[in-house]
């Protein structure tokens, strides 16, 4: 699909690396060719890999204490600095799915049929390409990067805005939307680390394994 892909190297993996052998780049940076197996792995359709390339070369180096993998092979264009940095990057995939799960509220659906919450999965995504849209003409207003804008104010205003004009496309009022979403800027999130853990404990009440209306009558019913 000609997507280019940075990644670390896999733990057990690590000891295997041999950067004597394949095409060297430079120190601790060289080129490998990785074979295709002999039979596909059970997620994978046999017509899928049957369209997969027999052999795939990518690019391996060492970087500040980590193996990196990548298909950017080239090492003028790709420099060791530039895959490093890129990799440090990685925490804006974070950032995008809690924004879209947490920000947004999709990390619980509310509907019920596999149909329908399909089609609440795309009108949340379609939400969020559009309040992405509303960063990007902001960014280009105020001369700056999209990545420094906060999706959580933007989706604020974004939401405030159509209270207040009922969804209305007056120009003017766009363009001032759009310069109120560049006024507040999100700081240099490079090297974050964040545990993954709750602060606050459960409240301790059981889960709810029947209907809403069977749970209350049984409710009126123990009142009598």
């Avoid at 420099?79 to 995008?96: F, G, P, Q, V």
Wanted: hydrophobic share 40%; glycine share 4%; aromatic share 6%.
């Amino acid at each position: 699909m000609g997507v280019d892909a940075v990644f670390e190297q896999h733990g057990s993996r690590k000891r295997s690396t041999d950067f004597r052998r394949g095409k060297k780049l430079g120190s601790k940076d060289h080129l490998i060719v990785i074979k295709r197996p002999r039979s596909p792995p059970a997620w994978m359709s046999q017509e899928t890999f049957d369209s997969m390339p027999e052999t795939l070369t990518v690019r391996e180096l060492k970087v500040k204490g980590k193996i990196l993998i990548t298909t950017l092979c080239c090492r003028v264009t790709a420099t060791k600095e530039d895959l490093k940095n890129l990799y440090k990057s990685r925490w804006n995939i974070e950032l995008d799915i809690r924004h879209i799960k947490t920000t947004m509220g999709m990390d619980v659906l509310s509907c019920v049929s596999p149909d329908m919450a399909e089609k609440e999965i795309w009108v949340y995504l379609l939400a969020y390409n559009l309040i992405r849209l509303i960063m990007i003409e902001s960014a280009l207003l105020c001369d700056i990067i999209p990545r420094q804008l906060s999706f959580k104010h933007t989706m604020q205003l974004w939401l405030t805005y159509h209270q207040q004009t009922d969804g209305g496309t007056n120009v003017e009022l766009i363009k001032e939307l759009l310069f109120l979403v560049g006024q507040l800027r999100v700081g240099n999130r490079t090297r974050r680390v964040e545990p993954r853990v709750i602060k606050r404990r459960p409240k301790a009440y059981s889960m709810m394994v029947k209907p809403r209306s069977i749970l209350r009558k049984e409710i009126v019913q123990n009142w009598a």
